[in-house]
């Protein structure tokens, strides 16, 4: 039988919308290549293990080398904020009225945006890839294949997960902070219960590459779902109700989107936002429950490894080594009214 008629993942309550006796109608996706807004800039590094873009209130956040930009949105002002004269910025994060820089050396610099000052602290023996956030609480994933949880309130280190093999590029929390899921260079996803985090309560080993790309489903916090890099090119929903099931697989659905998968969004609207680098280098716009892409975002020549969405889910901002950052709009046009044009 197939799997994903034993799962709530087809389930009316969380797809309305969604009926499985139905056919699913086949049709190209709408191609949408003029973005909302363009900022022409140095180039962002072509590092698939780092995130220098970050969409903070109506505030965004880049970095260049050591130097951290910003730009209002409302104003399409842009303006150079910070540069912390040492390694090479690789993580950009927002905080209530702070900002988080991890670097290439392991520090991780707080810049206060009030009081415009920045406190230096050594977190990691190598590159900070990707910062999360959790109420009173940071998670920095490294090169040094470890993942820290640093109190904000004291700035002490917490907790530290020390499972993967090879460098952490991806993580996420499901919305009630229950259950944090990080991926690694060794190919690897680990499934952990947020309350006990000394073991995982499962490994998954399905992708045949880096999982950087990982996302919770707003509307129900088992789903999720994971990207796989330039040798996997898969994404993989999975379950997390199926967890005590007889044979323990909580994957749902494999889908291959022909291109390395750099970053995942799952939306509220139930779609889901994926950036890709070899060989499209495009972004696209697919359901959650079939995976079928309804838009497709052209633009950018190269790998579109640092996204962003808007807290609001209107907009999202792209940035590859091309030169240019994009906005674009995540809704737009629809497809009946470009016909009518």
Not at 172 to 184: P, R
């Amino acid at each position: 039988m197939d799997r994903s008629f034993q799962s709530p993942f087809i389930n009316p309550s969380y797809f309305p919308d969604y009926d499985i006796n139905k056919i699913p109608e086949i049709f190209s996706p709408l191609i949408i290549s003029q973005s909302y807004r363009e900022i022409q800039t140095k180039s962002l590094a072509d590092d698939f293990y780092s995130n220098l873009l970050d969409w903070h209130n109506d505030k965004i956040y880049f970095a260049i080398e050591d130097t951290v930009y910003i730009h209002d949105f409302h104003t399409s002002k842009t303006s150079l904020l910070q540069t912390i004269y040492d390694n090479n910025i690789t993580c950009v994060k927002g905080i209530g009225t702070k900002l988080l820089l991890g670097t290439s050396s392991g520090h991780l610099h707080t810049l206060d945006l009030i009081k415009n000052k920045i406190n230096r602290n050594l977190v990691h023996k190598s590159r900070i890839g990707v910062i999360k956030i959790e109420n009173n609480t940071i998670l920095t994933g490294s090169r040094d294949k470890k993942i820290k949880l640093i109190d904000t309130r004291s700035g002490k280190i917490t907790s530290v997960i020390c499972q993967h093999s090879q460098e952490v590029c991806g993580m996420d929390l499901n919305k009630n902070f229950k259950t944090l899921v990080t991926g690694g260079n060794d190919n690897k996803m680990y499934i952990f219960d947020y309350r006990n985090l000394d073991l995982p309560l499962k490994k998954c080993n399905q992708h045949k590459a880096a999982v950087k790309g990982i996302s919770f489903s707003p509307l129900n916090t088992n789903l999720f779902v994971t990207g796989g890099g330039s040798a996997d090119k898969t994404v993989k929903l999975w379950d997390m109700s199926l967890i005590n099931n007889t044979n323990n697989n909580l994957l749902v659905k494999s889908t291959n989107y022909g291109s390395q998968i750099c970053n995942l969004k799952w939306l509220r609207n139930n779609q889901i936002l994926s950036t890709h680098g070899y060989s499209k280098d495009d972004i696209r716009m697919c359901g959650s429950y079939d995976f079928q892409c309804t838009r497709q975002f052209l633009g950018h020549r190269n790998r579109v490894i640092h996204f962003s969405v808007s807290e609001d889910e209107k907009y999202f901002v792209t940035g590859s080594s091309d030169c240019n950052i994009r906005f674009w709009e995540i809704y737009g046009e629809t497809r009946k009214e470009l016909e009518i044009r």
